[in-house]
């Protein structure tokens, strides 16, 4: 065998375990999705699914990644298309409600791992408590990238530092809002995404001028006159 076919059926072997791993992980979480059931799933040994991936907290990082991109090629996340298009943009608003749009096809893709990883399984097994500190260290680090972006290309509100509002992003896109929304609330991806471009949009971008109200009187052009001062200097008979 070639070293490349030997490449290709150590891949096939690897796509094959990660199904069976994300698959059990979501049928029996954390703890039901034992080494020995996800080898037998796939059809492998278990070593064999230390030699393809690792152990478990491998499993669910390798699970994790794989379901956030929608495959296994190895292209950042932020060299997709959307993210792209929000770093090409060349108006805020548009800008922000394609990082939403960002956050609504990762949520397609990863909405029932995330319940299992951070809502079910962080407060129960130490290992997931690190995956989950790991991943959110890392969701802050692509929400600082955003928020630096976002100010030195557009710009902030006033009072608000690069730091607060990636710390802003960070909390608006918490993968426990996302489950609350939809899972527990009933909203549409279409809803969340929505909600989220609109919640960005208003906490990070400066304010517009506030338009008058339709029959509102027109604003004076100077301060008013002080009291006594009409006729000043004409005698009053």
């Known amino acids: 065998m070639t070293s490349t076919a030997r490449a290709e059926q150590v891949r096939a072997t690897r796509q094959k375990v990660l199904r069976a791993a994300r698959d059990l992980f979501l049928r029996r979480g954390w703890s039901g999705a034992t080494i020995t059931a996800i080898a037998k799933r796939a059809a492998v040994s278990p070593q064999t699914v230390y030699n393809v991936v690792g152990g478990k907290a491998a499993l669910l990082k390798a699970v994790w990644d794989v379901t956030l991109a929608g495959d296994d090629e190895p292209v950042p996340m932020i060299e997709r298309p959307t993210a792209r298009a929000m770093l090409d943009s060349g108006d805020p608003d548009e800008c922000l409600r394609l990082y939403a749009r960002m956050g609504r096809e990762l949520a397609a893709r990863a909405g029932p791992l995330i319940a299992v990883v951070f809502v079910q399984g962080a407060g129960r097994d130490p290992a997931v408590r690190a995956f989950v500190e790991r991943i959110e260290g890392e969701r802050a680090i692509g929400t600082a990238g955003v928020a ?34 939809t899972r527990r609330r009933g909203w549409s991806l279409e809803r969340y995404e929505r909600w989220l471009a609109d919640a960005m949009t208003d906490a990070l971008l400066p304010r517009p001028e506030a338009a008058p109200r339709a029959g509102a009187p027109a604003a004076r052009a100077g301060p008013p006159p002080a009291p006594g001062a009409a006729g000043r200097g004409i005698r009053r008979p």
């Open 148 to 181: 630096r972006h976002v100010a030195r290309r557009f710009g902030l509100r006033d009072g608000l530092s690069e730091a607060e509002a990636g710390d802003v992003l960070w909390v608006l896109t918490a993968p426990e809002l996302l489950d609350r929304f």
